[in-house]
């Protein structure tokens, strides 16, 4: 439908993606360029990432959120995390496995499960729950019966994030039931209030967790293929032992460029922070005066917005896409409960935001 309406020579306002529109920070780039040029890094990379990737990454993790990590056992690359999330059912879902995931979630992780035969039990998020799941409605047979769990805060696409409460409750559910807990962290550093933390600072989750990061938001990298897995041992082993019989790990130009990124001067994050939320502060205000009811965005660069009695997330997208050239997301592309939303990106300069405001009043929803 997409490209029908840019055939049309209409303007299209893109904020379907989550690919951040500003380019990498440049100590970065000029990081990747130096490496580039040195022959060590054209061979085939360590696999599990250079001793050297893994200590920057466990530097990272230690001082952001206060979780020491063996850089040797407790921390291995990635492809870009979602790599890793595809790859670690391949380690831990064997066939009947069942396999708790949110909905509405990040699609690899019911896809995931069923690319390895396991089965999908999906755990509503709404917004009477704050978007967390509500463990105690998982019936007995089911967590019982269950391999893993998958959890993402800051999320994609409510743009909630989770409290250590909830966080103790999981480890607390996960312990009594011999769940593994993998938390994909993503958008860790892309939230307007306080910092979010890591599942694994919760006590006993390194007993059972796994928690993915990723370059791509926290540095304007998606298109670099870099990330990191950390957490409990067993489970590092068991997704580097997959990586090492499917790929051959990442560039280490890249790896080079990732650690000083990773190590390097933090302040492009905090200003790129300001720059969402200049974004998300506008995009509110122009939903709020037209009367349609967005949910707070504590996290991510995402808008999470109830539709309109009368549409549903798919024809209320259809009708944006088609009469005003706004590119939105339809909340059913997210699993059912995602049904009743659209989610907007804030992935476009202020504006285009201003401008796409101003087409949704036209239409008068
Ligand atoms: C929730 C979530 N997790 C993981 C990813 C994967 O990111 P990457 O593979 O670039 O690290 C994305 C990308 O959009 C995402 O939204």
Redesign the pocket.
């Known amino acids: 439908m997409k490209k029908e309406v840019a055939a049309r020579g209409v303007d299209l306002i893109s904020l379907g993606i ?1 690919d951040p529109d500003q380019p990498t920070f440049p100590h970065i780039v000029r990081a990747l360029a130096e490496a580039a040029t040195r022959p060590a890094n054209h061979r085939y990379p360590d696999y599990e990432g250079l001793p050297s990737f893994r200590a920057a990454a466990a530097s990272f993790v230690g001082a952001r959120f206060g979780v020491e990590l063996d850089p040797a056992t407790e921390v291995v690359s990635l492809i ?4 890793g ?1 595809a790859n670690l059912a391949v380690a831990f879902v064997d066939p009947g496995d069942v396999v708790l995931v949110p909905d509405p979630g ?1 699609p ?1 992780y019911g896809i995931g499960t069923l690319f390895n035969g396991g089965t999908v039990y999906r755990m509503p998020l709404t917004a009477e729950n704050g978007f967390l799941p509500d463990l105690a409605a998982i019936p007995e047979d089911v967590a019982r019966r269950a391999k893993l769990m998958w959890l ?1 805060y800051p999320n ?1 696409p409510t743009a909630a994030v989770a409290t250590v409460g909830f966080f103790a409750d999981v480890v607390e559910f996960a312990t009594r039931h011999g769940i593994i807990v993998a938390h ?1 962290n ?2 860790s550093e892309i939230y307007y209030d306080e910092p979010p933390p890591s599942f694994l600072a919760t006590p006993g989750a390194r007993a059972l967790g796994i928690e ?1 990061h ?1 370059l ?1 938001k926290t540095y304007n990298m ?1 298109g670099w ?1 870099v ?1 990191f897995a950390v957490g409990n041992r067993e489970l590092v082993a068991g997704l580097g032992k997959v990586k090492t019989n499917v790929d051959s790990g990442v560039f280490q130009a890249v790896q080079e460029a990732a650690i000083a990124a990773l190590t390097g001067d933090q302040t492009p994050v905090a200003e790129m922070r300001q720059v969402y939320r200049a974004r998300r502060d506008l995009l509110l205000g122009g939903l709020a005066r037209l009367g349609l009811e967005a949910q707070p965005v504590r996290g991510t660069f995402y808008v999470w917005v109830r539709v309109p009695r009368g549409f549903t997330s798919a024809s209320l997208t259809a009708k944006l896409l088609q009469e005003i050239g706004v590119v939105v997301t339809p909340g059913s592309g997210f699993g059912a409960a995602g049904e009743g939303y659209i989610r907007f990106s804030l992935t476009v300069p202020e504006a285009r935001l201003r401008e796409a405001v101003a087409r949704l009043e036209r239409l008068r929803l």
């Not at 870009?80 to 790599?83: A, L, P, R, T």
């Open positions: 989550g870009g995390s979602k790599e999330i990040y690899v993402g994609n994909d993503a958008y993915f990723s791509s998606t293929r990330g």
